[in-house]
Nanobody, 124 residues
Framework: QVQLVESGGGLVQAGGSLRLSCAAS????????MGWFRQAPGKERQFVAT????????YYTDSVKGRFTISRDNAKNTVYLEMNSLKPEDTAVYYC?????????????????WGQGTQVTVSS
Protein backbone atom coordinates (compact mmCIF):
# COMPACT_ATOMS: atom_id res chain seq x y z
CA GLN A 1 0.00 0.00 0.00
CA VAL A 2 1.16 3.55 -0.69
CA GLN A 3 0.10 6.87 0.82
CA LEU A 4 0.09 9.99 -1.37
CA VAL A 5 0.27 13.63 -0.33
CA GLU A 6 -0.04 16.46 -2.83
CA SER A 7 1.32 19.97 -2.40
CA GLY A 8 2.05 23.06 -4.45
CA GLY A 9 -1.45 24.24 -5.30
CA GLY A 10 -2.53 27.84 -4.95
CA LEU A 11 -3.91 30.94 -6.65
CA VAL A 12 -2.22 32.15 -9.81
CA GLN A 13 -3.09 34.56 -12.59
CA ALA A 14 -3.79 33.34 -16.09
CA GLY A 15 -0.55 32.73 -17.93
CA GLY A 16 1.27 31.87 -14.74
CA SER A 17 2.87 28.66 -13.57
CA LEU A 18 2.65 26.22 -10.69
CA ARG A 19 4.48 23.04 -9.81
CA LEU A 20 2.57 20.33 -8.00
CA SER A 21 4.34 17.64 -6.03
CA CYS A 22 3.09 14.26 -4.89
CA ALA A 23 5.07 12.58 -2.14
CA ALA A 24 4.62 8.85 -1.75
CA SER A 25 5.21 6.88 1.41
CA UNK A 26 4.80 3.26 2.30
CA UNK A 27 5.80 1.09 -0.61
CA UNK A 28 8.37 2.46 -3.07
CA UNK A 29 6.80 4.83 -5.59
CA UNK A 30 8.85 3.24 -8.35
CA UNK A 31 6.58 0.20 -8.14
CA UNK A 32 3.62 2.23 -9.38
CA UNK A 33 2.42 3.99 -12.45
CA MET A 34 1.50 7.49 -11.33
CA GLY A 35 -1.15 9.86 -12.59
CA TRP A 36 -2.60 13.30 -12.08
CA PHE A 37 -6.32 13.96 -12.26
CA ARG A 38 -8.42 17.03 -11.62
CA GLN A 39 -11.98 17.75 -10.62
CA ALA A 40 -13.76 21.06 -11.04
CA PRO A 41 -16.95 21.85 -9.09
CA GLY A 42 -19.92 20.01 -10.51
CA LYS A 43 -17.79 18.00 -12.93
CA GLU A 44 -16.43 14.48 -13.03
CA ARG A 45 -12.81 13.71 -12.19
CA GLN A 46 -10.75 14.17 -15.34
CA PHE A 47 -7.49 12.54 -16.41
CA VAL A 48 -4.64 15.02 -16.79
CA ALA A 49 -1.38 13.08 -17.17
CA THR A 50 0.27 9.78 -16.40
CA UNK A 51 3.83 8.49 -16.23
CA UNK A 52 5.20 4.97 -16.35
CA UNK A 53 7.14 3.41 -13.49
CA UNK A 54 10.53 4.32 -14.98
CA UNK A 55 9.39 7.67 -16.36
CA UNK A 56 10.00 6.63 -19.94
CA UNK A 57 6.38 6.91 -21.04
CA UNK A 58 3.98 9.79 -20.49
CA TYR A 59 0.50 10.64 -21.71
CA TYR A 60 -1.49 13.85 -21.43
CA THR A 61 -5.04 14.91 -22.02
CA ASP A 62 -5.25 17.07 -25.13
CA SER A 63 -6.14 20.26 -23.28
CA VAL A 64 -2.83 20.34 -21.38
CA LYS A 65 -0.41 19.09 -24.04
CA GLY A 66 2.45 21.52 -24.50
CA ARG A 67 1.65 23.30 -21.23
CA PHE A 68 1.93 20.62 -18.52
CA THR A 69 4.80 18.22 -17.87
CA ILE A 70 4.66 15.17 -15.62
CA SER A 71 7.90 13.81 -14.19
CA ARG A 72 9.08 11.63 -11.35
CA ASP A 73 12.07 11.17 -9.10
CA ASN A 74 11.91 7.62 -7.78
CA ALA A 75 14.86 8.22 -5.47
CA LYS A 76 12.75 10.85 -3.72
CA ASN A 77 9.46 8.92 -4.08
CA THR A 78 7.97 12.03 -5.65
CA VAL A 79 5.98 12.81 -8.77
CA TYR A 80 5.64 16.30 -10.19
CA LEU A 81 3.26 18.18 -12.45
CA GLU A 82 4.77 21.33 -13.93
CA MET A 83 1.95 23.57 -15.15
CA ASN A 84 2.69 26.52 -17.43
CA SER A 85 0.51 28.99 -19.34
CA LEU A 86 -2.30 28.31 -16.92
CA LYS A 87 -5.85 29.15 -17.94
CA PRO A 88 -8.96 29.78 -15.84
CA GLU A 89 -10.37 26.49 -17.13
CA ASP A 90 -7.49 24.69 -15.38
CA THR A 91 -9.07 25.63 -12.04
CA ALA A 92 -9.81 22.44 -10.10
CA VAL A 93 -8.72 20.22 -7.26
CA TYR A 94 -5.75 18.22 -8.52
CA TYR A 95 -5.29 14.65 -7.32
CA CYS A 96 -2.29 12.37 -7.46
CA UNK A 97 -2.97 8.67 -7.97
CA UNK A 98 -1.02 5.42 -8.07
CA UNK A 99 -1.69 2.34 -10.14
CA UNK A 100 -0.23 -1.03 -9.23
CA UNK A 101 0.07 -2.31 -12.81
CA UNK A 102 2.77 -2.14 -15.45
CA UNK A 103 0.66 -0.40 -18.08
CA UNK A 104 -0.21 3.26 -17.74
CA UNK A 105 -3.85 4.13 -17.04
CA UNK A 106 -5.97 6.89 -18.52
CA UNK A 107 -9.10 6.59 -16.40
CA UNK A 108 -9.71 7.13 -12.70
CA UNK A 109 -11.04 3.64 -12.08
CA UNK A 110 -7.68 2.15 -13.15
CA UNK A 111 -5.93 3.70 -10.13
CA UNK A 112 -5.82 2.10 -6.72
CA UNK A 113 -4.52 4.82 -4.40
CA TRP A 114 -5.35 8.52 -4.18
CA GLY A 115 -4.11 11.60 -2.39
CA GLN A 116 -6.36 14.14 -0.72
CA GLY A 117 -6.01 16.72 -3.48
CA THR A 118 -4.64 20.24 -3.78
CA GLN A 119 -6.60 23.25 -5.01
CA VAL A 120 -5.43 25.13 -8.08
CA THR A 121 -7.21 28.38 -8.88
CA VAL A 122 -6.40 30.40 -11.98
CA SER A 123 -7.79 33.92 -12.10
CA SER A 124 -8.51 35.73 -15.35
Amino acid sequence: QVQLVESGGGLVQAGGSLRLSCAASGRTAGNYVMGWFRQAPGKERQFVATISRTGGTTYYTDSVKGRFTISRDNAKNTVYLEMNSLKPEDTAVYYCAARGNVAVGLTANEYHYWGQGTQVTVSS
